[in-house]
Structures are given as C-alpha cells and as structure tokens.
C-alpha cells in the first residue's frame, strides 16, 4: 500500500481529510503536525502488530560461508574433562546443550541472519540434500540475532521477522509491504494517538476499533507432514 494513501485513511479516520469535498490544507490549523507524526505512529503499530499478535512468517536460505567464518565448535563447548564426555550421547551431541557438538576439533560454519531476523520458528532450521529436499535438524547455535552456527551442508531456515517501517518522512509513493488487513488496524493506532490530545470520545472509539482488529487477528494453523524417527525398534 502507498504510503499516501495510508496517510489519508488516517486523516479520514480523524475527519481532517477534507472540508466541503475540498482537501485540507497542511497550513490549517495543526494538520501539518499531525501528519508529520503518521509514519512513526504507523510504525509502532506494525511492531507491536508483528512481534505481539501476528508474527509474519518467512523463509531464507543461509548465505555460502566464507573460508574466514569457520569456526571451531569446541570454543563453544561450556563443560570439560569427564563431564563432556558424560554429557555426549551416541550422535555426538551435548545433551545439556542440544545442537552443540562435542566432537573434538569439530569445524561449523558462521552464516550472517537475515536483517529483519526476529525469532526462530520451532523447528526452523532445515538442511537441505542433494534434491534440494528440505530435513528438520537440530544442530545449530544461534549467537543472538545476527548470526547463526552450523555444521557445513546447505540449509533453509524458517522465522518470524520484523516488519518493514516507514521512513521518518517518505514521499506519497512510498510502497509498504503489508498485508492490507495489518495496515489497516495500524491506521486506527495512529488515528487514536493523534485523537488522544484533543478528543476524548474519538480517541477511545478509536482506541476500542483498533483493539477489536487485533482480537481477530489469529495466525494461521499449518500442518508439516513428515516421517516420524522410530524410536521403538517396531
């Protein structure tokens, strides 16, 4: 959606789009405040919209590491001597720190996450074969938002990201990349905000249409089918 249509549904919302059909000036009254505020407004309503209520699910391939971003698992390692050694079961893994590996001299893979990186999905992590099949794994170490350790293969990783914002002060052809229904309750947050100095009664009605679209936001429900590990010997 342009952003200069967002910026007039705000102004709708408000009643300070037009006067007699004629479009209000920015120079009336505080209409040229109001609208300097907007993009922000409408910024912190995606945030709150995409990290609270209606995570935004993507995908991305992990980029091919460089030969510098090899890096030897074992400095990852926090348990030493007899303890390692107790703690690794039959695949090589830590059990108190599942996907670390406690093979000796064991060399992953720094790969750089993806800018809007907000959360991993659970079980969002998949390498992928020869066929470009993807398979869930387990062996991975993300080191806080901006990187992510593997062993060396290809893998896709799934996650939540955060949404895309609005420049400090963008031009009305402005693209925002949403979904039209997210857009929308933001138009009521920043409506509401800009209500809240002035009008009690539009800012609560407001206020109470923007908490109603975010109630009916539920995210969807997916089904994976995939084979199920044995664990019984049937």
Sequence with gaps: MQYGDIKRVVLELLDQYSIAGSEISPAYNHQSDDVHRIPNLINQALTDIRTGVLPERAVYQLDDPESNQEINQDIYQTNSGDANQANQNANGENQENPGVSNHSGAVWNLHTLPADFWRLRSGGVRKLNAQNAPTPVNQYQLLGKKSILTPPGRYLIEYDRYPGQLPADPNDNYMLDEDPEVIQAACLYAAAMIAA??????????????????????????????????AYSF
């Design 197 to 230: 100095r002035e009008d009690d009664t539009l800012y609560a009605a407001l206020s109470n249409a923007y908490e109603s679209r975010l109630a009916r936001m539920i995210p969807a429900v997916t089904a994976e089918v995939r084979t199920v590990r044995d």
